[in-house]
């Protein structure tokens, strides 16, 4: 699994101070930047913290490159609406070279791993026969149809690509690029860095905390699960262990701010 930062707004957090800034006092747009010192930054911040007024967070974002996850992982962050998503297509992209991520708890059971990555492999075998046959058999209908044989060919390998993509397995391996705004972070870090929530997703939210919070570090100060700053809301859902949750997200702060 690989997250990279690979664009951000720039000085995130004097930007949502000037827009703050804006909101509560009788700004201009020409001079809104002046005098946002750090500590008047800071302050704005706070006040926004204070007062639950979000929206002004939302002018500052992050853009990650996510490699190394699997297929579903992508069908639980795309839950996540308020974001921007650019995903390897399989449909125009054929996994010639098959990669899948394996579970930790399948990875921990040789037995099952073997069993896990026999079936893994089937399912490449499979795909690339399936893909294959379809492309063959497309491109004869498409030459007798009077295209010259490699723009048929061309055109019956994507055909091929978007019906033989229905046996690829869950844990074939995706990459993409993700934006998202501090407040959607915030809620993605609330619920994602949850122990509840899916070890993969929660690796990779873990990942962006580390990577945003020395950026933001007033935006982010408070960010990961819900039971940091308040009673765990999972009711009797709960894990349990708040408090090696709390330590947890101590020590990945202060090795993120601090190294």
């Given at each position: 699994?690989?997250?990279?930062?690979?664009?951000?707004?720039?000085?995130?957090?004097?930007?949502?101070?000037?827009?703050?800034k804006?909101?509560?006092s009788?700004?201009?747009?020409?001079t809104?930047?002046?005098?946002?010192?750090?500590?008047?930054?800071?302050?704005?911040?706070?006040?926004?913290?204070?007062?639950?007024?979000?929206?002004?967070?939302?002018?500052a974002?992050?853009?990650?490159?996510?490699?190394?996850?699997?297929?579903?992982?992508?069908?639980?962050?795309?839950r996540?609406?308020?974001?921007?998503?650019?995903?390897?297509?399989?449909?125009?992209?054929r996994?010639?070279d098959?990669?899948?991520?394996?579970?930790?708890?399948?990875?921990?059971?040789?037995?099952?791993?073997?069993?896990?990555?026999?079936?893994?492999?089937?399912?490449?075998?499979?795909?690339?026969?399936?893909?294959r046959?379809?492309?063959?058999?497309?491109?004869?209908?498409?030459?007798?149809?009077?295209?010259?044989?490699?723009?048929?060919?061309?055109?019956?390998?994507?055909?091929?690509?978007?019906?033989?993509?229905?046996?690829?397995?869950?844990?074939?391996?995706?990459?993409?690029v993700?934006?998202?705004?501090?407040?959607?972070?915030?809620?993605?870090?609330?619920?994602?860095?949850?122990?509840?929530?899916?070890?993969?997703?929660?690796?990779?939210?873990?990942?962006?905390?580390?990577?945003?919070?020395?950026?933001a570090?007033?935006?982010?100060?408070?960010?990961?699960?819900?039971?940091?700053?308040?009673?765990?809301?999972?009711?009797?859902?709960?894990?349990g262990?708040?408090?090696?949750?709390?330590?947890?997200?101590e020590?990945l702060k202060?090795?993120?701010?601090?190294?």
């Amino acid at each position: 699994m690989l997250v990279q930062l690979i664009a951000h707004t720039a000085e995130p957090e004097r930007t949502v101070a000037a827009a703050a800034k804006l909101c509560y006092s009788d700004a201009h747009i020409e001079t809104l930047l002046d005098g946002l010192t750090p500590e008047k930054t800071a302050a704005f911040l706070q006040k926004l913290s204070d007062l639950g007024h979000a929206s002004p967070i939302e002018h500052a974002s992050f853009t990650f490159g996510i490699e190394g996850v699997s297929r579903a992982f992508l069908a639980q962050v795309t839950r996540h609406r308020i974001a921007s998503f650019s995903v390897q297509s399989q449909r125009y992209v054929r996994l010639e070279d098959f990669r899948y991520v394996i579970p930790p708890e399948i990875e921990a059971v040789p037995e099952a791993k073997t069993r896990f990555v026999a079936a893994m492999n089937a399912d490449a075998e499979k795909y690339l026969e399936l893909a294959r046959t379809l492309e063959d058999a497309h491109t004869r209908t498409l030459m007798a149809q009077g295209l010259p044989e490699k723009a048929a060919r061309a055109k019956a390998a994507k055909q091929a690509n978007e019906d033989a993509r229905f046996v690829l397995p869950n844990a074939c391996e995706t990459k993409m690029v993700m934006t998202m705004n501090c407040r959607s972070l915030l809620n993605f870090f609330n619920l994602r860095c949850c122990e509840r929530a899916q070890w993969e997703i929660r690796a990779v939210a873990d990942r962006m905390l580390a990577l945003v919070l020395p950026l933001a570090p007033h935006i982010f100060a408070a960010a990961g699960p819900r039971c940091l700053t308040g009673p765990c809301p999972e009711g009797a859902m709960c894990c349990g262990r708040q408090a090696r949750v709390r330590e947890k997200y101590e020590q990945l702060k202060q090795e993120a701010l601090h190294g």
